[in-house]
């Protein structure tokens, strides 16, 4: 007689949490043997609510131990089986959802009467329930809240074992200001993860680091104040191009097999034309047709993040998963964009946000020119309108008449390099730049001739050229830098 397979057997960080009966209680109970069944047979339907997201949990698959009954709750959650043999049994769910949690979810033991019809209402546990149950209480002690999930290979869809998950968040300190904290956890040889004692209110960004690869960023956010789910692939197939400098500091450039094709839209569905493409953390570069389709290939595997820039509209970061097996298929949504920067943004925050990308720092070395502030030319024409007049570059007409090319000043190296929120700018036409980043949204800029440029501004391959690096209000406020 076949029992509950070893998923459930093994993966219980609840320890074989139950679930809510037709009583209506939920409580943790120990394993029992499967019982044998009686005479006779009951019909049974029921319902499974997903208590974390408060409404039904729609494709998870219902088991009934000692038995191969198997069904798969609809959109509303709910499910039947018919001939459930007469007697004392468990029942088990299973779900992507449960998965990300690393939990088991087993009922407690219910006897079904032959000949009897049955009703069994059961829930996924709420999210103070799952953190009470994950976290020990000296890490709750902290902070109420934890941030869980699983990480995987992209290509194989196993676990990614000795991952490393790095979570970057601000903290409120005696409630004057925001302090930066950097929390780390290696996964478990089943991929999962788990970061307790975090603040109820925590809006952060995570990345996942293996064998010298490193994912994209993405966005992480305790919203109901105990818990934050974030599952992450990270391919072991990726090549690496990297650069080291003479002190030693390096940067890392990812490609590999994977695509993405994709269609770039507006907010009310129409396509958008013209809107540029890129992946953090590679050269890949597209820009959208007519239709809004694109396509990137050559990517690397695992999670990864696209940022698409068109003027007119605010730039977006949208999170993807690629794989080597398949194309990655997307559609993304373009708000229109409103200047916000002088309403919203304080002088404490930007210069708490340009900390954390490493700007305040540089500033302080003096080894380059320096733009923030009040010194930058928000009503200017176009980007490279803002750099007009600064030391060791100048600005010449584009060859399609409309905008300008940065070139460096006499005795200065005859390439320039552009980079926009830490990534490399990859040029399709002279002076492109002009055609997808809005002065209103800069936060600050940096210039470096070619005797002092920063490490991490030196592109694969080497190269001294002059060099531009552009912060913007989206990047400054929002982003943080992850380091491994």
Sequence with gaps: MPHF?????????????????????????????????????????????????????????IRVEGTELNAVTGADGQFTLDSVPAGERRMAVLHPLLDTLGIAMVSRPLTFTAGTPAVVNLAVPNAEQIAGALCPAAQRARGPAALIGFVKD?????????????????????????????????????????????????DGKVQVFRGGISSGEVPAAVQNGFLALQSFSIGSNVRVATVTDTAGKSKRVYSGNASVVGKVVSRAGQPLAGARVTMDGTTAVAVSRANGDFVLDSLPSGTQSLTVRKLG?????????????????????????????????????????????????RKVT???????????????????????????????PATDGLHYRIVPTRGQSGCVNIYLDGNLWQQVTPGD????????????IEVYTTSNIPAEFIPPGGGQCTTVVAWTSFTADKRQKIKP
């Design 5 to 61: 397979p070893a998923f459930i057997r093994r993966a219980s960080l609840l320890a074989a949490l139950a679930v809510v009966t037709a009583a209506g209680t939920a409580a943790a109970q120990t394993p029992v043997p499967a019982a044998a069944p009686g005479a006779g047979y009951a019909n049974l339907r029921g319902t499974v609510f997903d208590s974390l997201n408060g409404g039904p949990l729609v494709g998870a698959s």
């Design 313 to 361: 509209y605010s730039a977006t970061y949208f999170p993807v998963e690629t794989s080597a097996s398949a194309p990655q298929r997307v559609t993304i949504s373009m708000n229109d964009f409103v200047p916000t920067l002088a309403a919203m943004r304080t002088e404490a925050q930007a210069i708490q946000g340009l900390q954390m990308v490493g700007y305040t720092d």
């Design 154 to 202: 992209p290509d194989t869809g196993g676990p990614a074992v000795g991952a490393k998950v790095s979570l970057v968040y601000y903290e409120d300190q005696l409630g004057v200001r925001k302090v930066p904290r950097v929390r780390e956890i290696v996964a478990d040889s089943l991929g999962r993860y788990r970061i307790c004692g975090l603040p109820s209110n925590m």
């Design 366 to 396: 003096g080894n380059g020119v320096y733009l923030d502030g009040n010194k930058l030319d928000h009503q200017a024409s176009g980007f490279t309108e803002m750099l007009r007049g600064v030391p060791g570059i100048r600005l010449t």
């Design 433 to 444: 730049i002009d055609a997808f980043v809005q002065p209103e949204e800069v936060a600050a």
